[in-house]
């Protein structure tokens, strides 16, 4: 109830300085505008065909990422001669932000999709293939001593100690990395794309359009909000019993 009226009173205020200050619209419109161009941008089909491209590009980006970075970070944790060659190449790309990749990107893929697929496989692979790796390298020794007491087989080892273990640090590192995915081909399309949110809100500023800028940002945070409590949902599918 604190959080709604919390909410209520910010757009109570949003809204008078709409009021009170005349050339406010062409620096922030009014939530009534917003809400006006908001279903304007829908009814003519714009911000759904670019959000669904947004979301297309990020869900085939996080796939090959999702695919690549946990095989590649297990291995790296318990093949100790292909972490020793890979983890120093991982250190040193992992800092670049994924912006950073945007002019390569379009110079080798061009303008469109594949250079924003791209962008997002850089921004979620990093996140994912971290924390699975730290995962696995922190099993605890007490459960190493418990699978030599009980004679488990590699197997059984893996299937019933180190999956489970570390399962948990492979959603957070999904988390992490669909949020970081979603950032990545917004700004992907800003730069080098003609349609997704990013060119959506792109277009609306250099006509001026604030209010259609704004529903742009809106639809960026519940879509980034509504990707991560998709995930969330699957975590508590498949590790109920990590609940705290």
């Given at each position: 109830?604190?959080?709604?009226?919390?909410?209520?009173?910010?757009?109570?205020?949003?809204?008078?300085?709409?009021w009170?200050?005349?050339?406010?619209?062409?620096?922030?419109?009014?939530?009534?505008?917003?809400?006006?161009a908001?279903?304007?941008?829908?009814?003519?089909?714009?911000?759904?065909?670019?959000?669904?491209?947004?979301?297309?590009?990020?869900?085939?980006?996080?796939?090959?990422?999702?695919?690549?970075?946990?095989?590649?970070?297990?291995?790296?944790?318990?093949?100790?001669?292909?972490?020793?060659?890979?983890?120093?190449?991982?250190?040193?790309l992992?800092?670049?932000?994924?912006?950073?990749?945007?002019?390569?990107?379009?110079?080798?893929?061009?303008?469109?999709?594949?250079?924003?697929?791209?962008?997002?496989?850089?921004?979620?692979?990093?996140?994912?293939?971290?924390?699975?790796?730290?995962?696995?390298?922190?099993?605890?020794?007490?459960?190493?001593?418990?699978?030599?007491?009980?004679?488990?087989?590699?197997?059984?080892?893996?299937?019933?100690?180190?999956f489970?273990?570390?399962?948990p640090?492979?959603?957070?590192?999904?988390?992490?990395?669909?949020?970081?995915?979603?950032?990545?081909?917004?700004?992907?399309?800003?730069?080098?794309?003609?349609?997704?949110?990013?060119?959506?809100?792109?277009?609306?500023?250099?006509?001026?359009?604030?209010?259609?800028?704004?529903?742009?940002?809106?639809?960026?945070?519940?879509?980034?909000?509504?990707?991560?409590?998709?995930?969330?949902?699957?975590?508590?599918?498949?590790?109920?019993?990590?609940?705290?």
């Amino acid at each position: 109830m604190r959080r709604l009226l919390f909410f209520i009173v910010i757009l109570i205020a949003w809204q008078s300085l709409g009021w009170f200050v005349p050339d406010n619209r062409l620096i922030l419109s009014t939530p009534v505008e917003v809400v006006q161009a908001f279903f304007t941008s829908l009814i003519d089909g714009n911000l759904f065909a670019d959000a669904m491209a947004s979301i297309i590009r990020v869900v085939v980006g996080f796939f090959f990422a999702v695919i690549l970075a946990i095989p590649l970070a297990l291995l790296a944790a318990y093949k100790s001669s292909f972490g020793y060659y890979i983890m120093p190449i991982v250190n040193i790309l992992r800092p670049i932000p994924p912006i950073a990749w945007i002019p390569i990107a379009i110079l080798i893929f061009g303008l469109g999709d594949n250079s924003a697929f791209f962008i997002v496989f850089l921004g979620s692979f990093f996140p994912i293939f971290t924390n699975t790796y730290f995962g696995a390298i922190s099993l605890p020794t007490t459960l190493k001593n418990v699978a030599l007491s009980y004679e488990l087989s590699k197997y059984q080892f893996v299937n019933k100690i180190l999956f489970y273990y570390y399962l948990p640090y492979i959603f957070t590192g999904l988390k992490i990395g669909i949020g970081m995915a979603w950032m990545s081909v917004i700004a992907a399309e800003l730069i080098g794309s003609q349609s997704g949110l990013g060119y959506f809100i792109q277009m609306n500023r250099l006509m001026l359009r604030t209010d259609n800028i704004l529903v742009g940002m809106i639809s960026i945070g519940l879509i980034g909000y509504l990707l991560h409590f998709l995930i969330t949902i699957l975590e508590n599918k498949i590790i109920s019993w990590n609940k705290n």
